[in-house]
């Protein structure tokens, strides 16, 4: 079983549009959780860490739930340039690797 | 946020060679260095992860004599592949990160390697 496990998509919404994704990963003594963005050909940068209280950047809210071993990544008012890869991260800090998904595409569309 | 300089940005080499891609961490001390492959439209999968002053741990299916990490500072490490050859084409990506629990990595450039 793979550590983390995202749908790949892709998703396709308009312009406005609300989405949601979500990833679930295999190891329960997993610590830290990230959301990072990957544009095509380019490294994946950082989009925003998952608190297990949740936490919200603009028009972006991570939510953990660690009973059920998953997180998730809401967009509001999706705009054309939130077209990416949305990549899951799990941290074992215990072992110190971060392990990602396989991303999940957005298209945002006119 | 820190930043992660990787270097070649790309490289074509011939089938048989190897090549020396370059991890520095700029503006952090990088305890921990880790390095991952990319084939197209898959996922980003972990090939190793390596600590300062120590060697390599390998995921399994990576093989370490031909993939090989050095991670001689806090603020380098580099990925050699060995004889190369055509199958090890791919977009090649080092993250860095310090030292405190919890803290995301940083990812440098990735180095796009086409062997033919």
């Known amino acids: 079983r793979k550590e983390v496990e995202q749908d790949p998509g892709p998703f396709n919404v308009p312009e406005g549009a609300t989405v949601a994704f979500n990833c679930t990963y295999s190891n329960s003594a997993s610590q830290s959780f990230f959301w990072y963005r990957q544009d095509c050909r380019k490294e994946p940068k950082l989009l925003m860490s998952v608190y297990s209280s949740g936490n919200e950047d603009g028009r972006f809210t991570a939510q953990l739930n660690r009973a059920s071993q998953y997180i998730s990544l809401l967009i509001r008012d999706s705009k054309l340039s939130d077209s990416a890869t949305y990549l899951c991260?799990?941290?074992?800090?215990?072992?110190?690797?971060?392990?990602f998904g396989s991303g999940t595409k957005l298209n945002v569309k006119p | 946020g820190a930043v992660v300089s990787q270097h070649p940005s790309r490289v074509i080499c011939k089938s048989g060679t190897s090549v020396k891609i370059e991890c520095r961490s700029l503006d952090f001390q990088a305890t921990t260095m880790f390095w991952y492959r990319q084939f197209p439209k898959q996922s980003l999968m972990l090939m190793a992860t390596?600590?300062?002053?120590?060697?390599?741990?390998?995921e399994q299916g990576v093989e370490k004599d031909k993939f090989l990490i050095n991670h001689a500072s806090l603020t380098l490490s580099t990925l050699t592949v060995t004889s190369a050859h055509p199958e090890d084409s791919s977009f090649y990506i080092c993250s860095a990160r310090g030292d405190s629990v919890n803290t995301e990595a940083f990812f440098g450039q990735g180095t796009r390697l086409t062997v033919v």
């Open positions: 991260v799990v941290n074992k800090n215990n072992f110190n690797k971060f392990y």
């Open positions: 390596s600590n300062e002053g120590s060697k390599a741990t390998y």
